[in-house]
């Protein structure tokens, strides 16, 4: 349930708190108990009131999306709020819209601020033409509190850069570390099959009176260099910290014998190669321990992080941690939780064995 929730499009996620202000707006009980400046009298709700609310609580839910029109928005509704009289607990929606424009707003940030900023002037002009008894004290208490708002969503949004710079230092690193450990692999894919090649040939130039033995070895010795460049070709698309063809990797494991659903949502994009390695081993994994047993692979991709499950059918024993892979799901959860991820790997109720990665962008 959760996962599903969270898949969801943030304006879905953030639209039922601005569902649930203005429904507490229209409850008789609750009417005129909401934000008050100015000193305007209460004024009960009519026609106006509804569009008012609207105005001010629905904007909630692209708070996140498009943060300046949702402050602009609500804004507005507020001060129509107040100078009219109505003072809905929709109101409550503004420090929320400064929160966060505050946290997510991007672009033009010192124009939001110095325009919200007049506007609540021009806001504090007209209600002091009405006669309110607030006085410059009450104003500036009230813009004060707005600003603490702003300034509370502009300092999560700092930690927020902050650790996403580190998560970024950390993806480098362990990036590093996947090509070193590729480049001995490397090494060693090298050294094993030229040697055998060598080997090979010298024995070739003794077998030059047994044609049979002798063509025997010439084709091993073209087997061989064959192994080498695919397995040359394989760790050089690895090294590629771009390269994440999930479909190849999947086609491949079909081929293997090993059934393999793979479903992708979300905005198409690269998967980066951590995605790539969990897919990877996970699958790796299951050609081992539950050879011919259905296995889905489901990547679910959105702007902030991208979420990854392998799942694999079998019996109780398909189910345990796979013998020989534990160092290699040992080095991807390490891997996961250095980028500020979460990774786990184990049995699934029923029988099988399910690897779920979700990794930051």
Partial sequence: MIDRWRRLDVTVRDLPFGLLLAALSLIPAVDSHGTQIGGVPDRALDALAVAVIALEALPLAARRRRPAVA??????????????GYHTVAGSA????????GAHLDRHRRLTITITTAAFLVLAVLLDRRGSTEGVAGFATFYFGMALAWGTGAWLRLNRAAEAERRRHAAENARAAERTRIARELHDV????????????????????????????LTAVTDTG?????????LLDVLNPDYSDLRQLVEQTRDAGQ??????????????????RVVQEALTNALKHAHGRPTAVRVHRTELETTVEITTDGPARAGTVPE???????GLRERV???GGDFSAGPRDGGGFAVRARIPS
Avoid at 190 to 217: G, K
Avoid at 259 to 276: A, C, K
Avoid at 324 to 330: D, M, R, S, T
Wanted: charged share 15%; glycine share 12%.
């Fill in 71 to 84: 402050l602009a928005l609500v804004g507005l509704g507020f001060a129509v709020d107040q100078l009219h």
């Fill in 226 to 234: 064959r192994r080498a460049i695919a397995d040359l070709r394989t």
């Fill in 337 to 339: 939780l250095q980028q």
């Fill in 190 to 217: 090298v050294t094993h099959h030229v040697t055998a090649m060598v080997v090979q040939a010298e024995s070739a130039r003794y077998l030059t009176a047994a044609p049979e033995r002798l063509d025997r070895t």
């Fill in 324 to 330: 020989g892979g534990g160092h290699g799901l040992a």
């Fill in 259 to 276: 059934p393999v659903q793979l479903t992708e949502t979300g905005p198409p994009g690269p998967g980066g190669i951590t995605v790539y």
């Fill in 94 to 101: 503004l420090p929320i819209a400064l929160f966060s424009a």
